[in-house]
């Protein structure tokens, strides 16, 4: 879609809206429970995984139809009911308030897609087919399992705290790069999954010797 702009949001306390109590809306309500967000669900019926978690005060469901007034102060708000006409509309109201909305199913009517994610620690890679296949997005990022491992998340996590030691002491900005560059460059995952930390500690003080010279 043009105009896309792929970016990671920091959803942490934010208000999230789900109309629809169906399938659909249940995946949405299980991708949203990953992370510190504040979940309202809106429909009179619900599936029995939505009323488990609702009971369990996972989410905040209201048990009625949809109400304008619902919007207000969510940041954003998936509508997943099986209307589509009931969905645009809810799209419409969100995008005239200037609200983050994406009706499931219907690309026209989203300001945004979810990706199909592989997390390794910090390591973050999304798939997106900008809502054309979320199934083959859901294939790549299987595929990609089996090559992005554990040890590539925790170098990302190495080359974090690394980073913050570089920031404190190496005031020539050139430098700084060039030993994120060179760290970054490392063959150490190998070294990481069998637990040679020794040794992974040496890589990166070779790497901190460019300052020196």
Request: aromatic residues 8%.
């Amino acid at each position: 879609m043009a105009g896309l702009f792929p970016v990671f949001i920091n959803l942490e306390n934010k208000r999230c809206l789900v109309v629809g109590g169906g399938k659909v809306a249940e995946r949405k309500v299980e991708n949203l429970l990953e992370y510190p967000v504040l979940i309202d669900l809106i429909s009179p019926q619900v599936t029995a995984k939505l009323h488990n978690w609702a009971k369990n005060n996972r989410v905040n469901w209201i048990s009625r139809s949809f109400q304008p007034t619902d919007i207000q102060d969510a940041f954003l708000v998936f509508v997943a009911t099986d209307d589509q006409q009931i969905n645009r509309e809810v799209a419409r109201l969100c995008q005239k308030e200037g609200i983050l909305v994406n009706a499931v199913d219907d690309p026209a009517f989203c300001d945004f897609y979810v990706p199909s994610i592989l997390r390794r620690n910090s390591l973050v890679l999304a798939i997106s087919t900008e809502g054309k296949s979320p199934a083959y997005a859901k294939r790549l990022r299987q595929q990609m399992e089996e090559t992005i491992t554990d040890a590539h998340g925790k170098f990302v996590d190495l080359l974090g705290e690394q980073r913050e030691v570089v920031k404190e002491t190496v005031p020539d900005i050139r430098v700084r790069q060039a030993i994120f560059e060179a760290m970054a460059g490392l063959d150490v995952l190998d070294l990481i999954a069998e637990g040679r930390d020794e040794e992974i500690k040496e890589r990166f003080k070779a790497c901190m010797s460019l300052w020196q010279e």
